[in-house]
């Protein structure tokens, strides 16, 4: 099966990689130079993908960065990595970094609208999206429209706008690459069959820190407790979500408009050893999976170098210990993000917008102190309630949706916060 968004490249549009030399009758590896924006340079996606580039060797330059506030590390990144451009999406610390940055020539861009610039330089074939949030919508949709080839961290992207984004980047011949790792291995695991034997894909979730917690533990953990993710080392917002299953959620979405499948198609199972990053069940009964251990280098990897793959720098496997993998059913009870999101995905519309959006408020919320762990689900689920959807948005719509969602999760996030205070 050729995955909607892999369509694109394999017909020929795909910037940079490599290409099949035959000399003498053997086929060597002939490079073509790849030159990659990161957006997101400075967080925990963004370092990973540096030390790919890196790794890879100098046909694979970062030629342009990006960081939302983050100025020393931005700063640390260009004199290191010695891009040609460079962009601060706070203007309070854009002084800083055009100072650093004029005795290096790097050419510095201030603000959203300087970063939807950024990506359109002529010099960036690839942008590898990994800002968290719906803020990464715009500048992946300028990316599309000026014809880079997409690696895809932000699953907000598409579970804001998969809608519109999809069909924009097929009109345009752009591939979509997910970075994801367990996008990476669904797209992987594809390559074996062809759509029309696909029964179902199969998500694996490692559980979170609460995986085996009872209710009333979760609904009063702390933010020190969500924080503590057994498997995966993320950032603080990734991290929140996985522990109250909506990033899970939002990669369900994401699925659907990545690999053009119904909801109904796409299975979640909890994994806690986050070894096979995720499944393809064929209607033979063969299920193929992809393993490794847990290192987000290595679907970055892969997504930079497609249709090829190069020696990596992730850690393997390690066949001569015995281990176990283990899987078990989401207890949709304790982890009502996992009901809330397959609603959203069979409602589609502006829903998926107005999900995204009061979780990412309700997260803030939490990581500040005003809401309880369970408070999330909660604020998520009532700003829903009180949306009704559009079924065929606009850009526009989605982030007028977008607003009033945040404003609606917020009113919420405050009168828990008042009832709270005053039962105390």
């Known amino acids: ?3 909607l968004t892999s369509c694109a490249a394999l017909g020929g549009s795909v910037c940079g990689g490599w290409g099949l030399v035959a000399v003498c009758g053997s086929v060597i590896m002939s490079i073509v130079p790849k030159r990659i924006a990161i957006i997101g ?26 960081a939302h506030s983050q100025a020393d590390k931005l700063i640390e990144q260009m004199r ?3 891009p040609a451009a460079v962009a601060i999406c706070d203007p309070g610390h854009a002084a800083a970094v055009k100072h650093a940055a004029e005795p290096l020539g790097i050419q ?44 895809l961290a932000n699953k907000e992207s598409l579970v804001v706008a998969g809608a519109l984004l999809i069909p924009e980047a097929k009109r345009r011949g752009v591939p979509i690459l997910p970075v994801d790792s367990e996008h990476s291995a669904i797209f992987q695991a594809l390559q074996c069959g062809r759509s029309h034997e696909v029964k179902r894909i199969i998500l694996t979730a490692s559980g979170g820190p ?24 993320m950032g603080s917002k990734i991290t929140i979500d996985s522990a109250t299953m909506f990033n899970k959620g939002l990669e369900l979405i994401e699925a659907c408009w990545l690999f053009n499948l119904p909801p109904s198609k796409v299975q979640i199972v909890v994994h806690p050893e986050s070894v096979i990053h995720s499944m393809v069940e064929y209607v033979d009964g063969s299920v193929v999976a992809q393993l490794s251990p847990p290192d987000m280098r290595t679907p970055i990897q892969y997504a930079l170098t497609y249709p090829d793959r190069l020696p990596g720098i992730s850690r393997t496997i390690d066949w001569s210990q015995t281990f176990g993998l283990n899987f078990f ?9 996992l009901r809330i999101a397959q609603e959203v995905a069979e409602q589609g519309g ?8 009061a979780n990412e408020t309700a997260v803030t919320a939490f990581l500040a102190g005003r809401i309880s762990f369970g408070g999330i689900a909660r604020a998520v689920e009532h700003t829903i ?40």
């Not at 209710?215 to 933010?223: D, G, K, Q, S, Y």
């Open 210 to 233: 609460f995986r085996n917690a009872p209710r009333h533990e979760i609904e009063n953990a702390t933010v020190a407790d969500a924080l503590a993710h057994p498997t995966w080392q």
């Open 329 to 337: 059913p989401p207890d949709f009870e304790r982890f009502p993000a």
């Open 350 to 357: 502006t829903s998926g917008a107005v999900m995204n959006a």
């Open 41 to 66: 340079s400075t967080g925990s996606i963004g370092v990973s993908a540096l030390d790919v580039v890196e790794h890879l060797g100098p046909e694979f330059r970062a030629v342009a960065l990006s």
């Open 385 to 424: 309630r009180a949306h009704t959807v559009q079924p065929h948005p606009s850009l526009d719509d989605l982030f007028e949706a977008d607003r009033w969602a945040r404003n609606m999760a917020e009113e919420f996030v405050s009168q828990t916060a008042a009832t709270a205070a005053a039962a105390s």
């Open 80 to 82: 290191r990595h010695r």
């Open 108 to 151: 510095v861009y201030v603000g959203p609208e300087g970063l939807q610039q950024m990506v359109q330089r002529p010099d960036i074939d690839t942008v590898l999206a990994a800002i968290v949030g719906a803020a990464g919508l715009p500048v992946v949709f300028a990316a599309v429209r000026a014809g880079k080839t997409i690696c």
């Open 1 to 3: 099966m050729l995955p």
